[in-house]
């Protein structure tokens, strides 16, 4: 729900743009130094705590300190006040997608046991668009482990079409025989 109000927020001052970017290196800095994430995960910092905390690390002001807009330190000072400083990274997360949704965009990650060429990936990049009417980000690994074939995965969806994923289905159906 806090993201969903940061986003409202930026939907209404149209600066969704401008915030997602602001948010990407927040992300950034923050998965940078573990310290950070350990410090806002810690459930022995009171509100009060936690507000104090903010208020020394970030700034929309003071050059000292951390740089961000208005926006987002209401946003932190929001979670600091209610407590909720350990769920800040999940938060950032949940209005990256919520601008992502809002775009009509669509992280797309593939896995081949050899690299894919960049003409394929457009291919497979252009056949997802058209069927989703979406805008497909593609993220190509590699892991030579799947044999052959190709793994799709978007958030919760998989489609496995490794040789690796079938030669585990035979097996199954081989122990399920015997």
Known sequence: RYSKAL?????NESSEQKIYNEVNNLLEIIK????????????LLSSKSQLKLIDNIFSNIDKKKLNVSKNILA?????A???RLNILLSSLYSFKFLVKSMRKEVNVNIITATPVSEEN???IQ????KKTDKKINIISNIDINIIGGI????GSNLIDASIRNKILKLNNI???VN
């Open 151 to 154: 793994i799709l995965q978007s």
């Open 75 to 79: 946003f932190f000072k929001v979670l």
């Open 126 to 129: 252009n056949i997802l668009s």
């Open 121 to 123: 990936l457009k291919k």
């Open 81 to 83: 006040n209610n407590g």
């Open 174 to 176: 081989k122990k399920g």
């Open 32 to 43: 940078s130094d573990k310290k950070f994430i350990k410090i806002f995960s810690s459930p």
């Open 7 to 11: 986003f409202k927020i930026a939907s």
